[in-house]
């Protein structure tokens, strides 16, 4: 928990002193949408709709070379129908990409990166409800309920966040994946599971 709090001091202090080297580094926002589902589950699960949105930062050491490091709050979860269960944490993500920025004309690029991620989960809760809509069990994620099914049980992710994206100026449209290698959860001994998103991002660089 203290190392990734420090590495959002280090991402807030990335803001305060760029400066000096604004020739080089540009701000941007970021909204979109997350489609997340958990793997390797013991259950069939069906994929969540939720929401992508922050702050980041290009640094440009060239031209076709930058690293992207933003500050994100996820949405991220899975449902499963049958049981009319879902489950929505809610992340404070750290992805640190490094980009390739490939001209097609003046003013078109395509950004093709990819790199680690960290979060922390902040919020959110599970619900199973039955047919009827009367909800059987409810509880707030990262619970210490161990006998729940409805909470995660690690609040810390880490993974893989890839994208490509096509930049009109100033205005870029992404897609890609975050892929996690922390298990959020183990149901049974032999059973890990772990986070999975795609998503559509809409980011503006100022």
Do not use: C, H, W
Not at 70 to 90: A, E
Not at 141 to 164: C, P, Q, V
Not at 185 to 206: G, H, I, V
């Amino acid at each position: 928990m203290k190392n990734f709090f420090k590495l959002i001091a280090f991402f807030a202090l990335l803001f305060v002193g760029t400066g000096t080297i604004s020739s080089q580094v540009k701000y941007n926002v970021q909204a979109g949408l997350n489609i997340s589902e958990m793997t390797n589950s013991i259950v069939s699960t069906s994929s969540k709709l939720g929401l992508r949105a922050g702050l980041g930062l290009n640094y440009n050491f060239s031209k076709l070379f930058s690293v992207d490091p933003s500050l994100l709050i996820v949405s991220k979860g899975f449902r499963q129908p049958d049981l009319s269960y879902k489950v929505s944490p809610l992340y404070l993500q750290l992805p640190i990409n490094a980009t390739l920025n490939l001209p097609l004309t003046n003013d078109i690029k395509i950004l093709v990166g990819a790199g680690p991620y960290v979060a922390y989960g902040v919020g959110g809760k599970g619900i199973m409800k039955v047919e009827s809509g009367e909800i059987l069990d409810e509880q707030p994620l990262f619970s210490n309920n161990m006998l729940s099914m409805t909470t995660y049980k690690n609040r810390f992710d880490a993974g893989l966040n890839a994208n490509i994206g096509v930049m009109f100026g100033d205005i870029v449209i992404y897609i890609g994946g975050d892929f996690g290698f922390i298990p959020v959860n183990e149901l049974d001994f032999d059973t890990k599971n772990y986070n999975s998103s795609f998503y559509l991002m809409l980011s503006y660089r100022f």
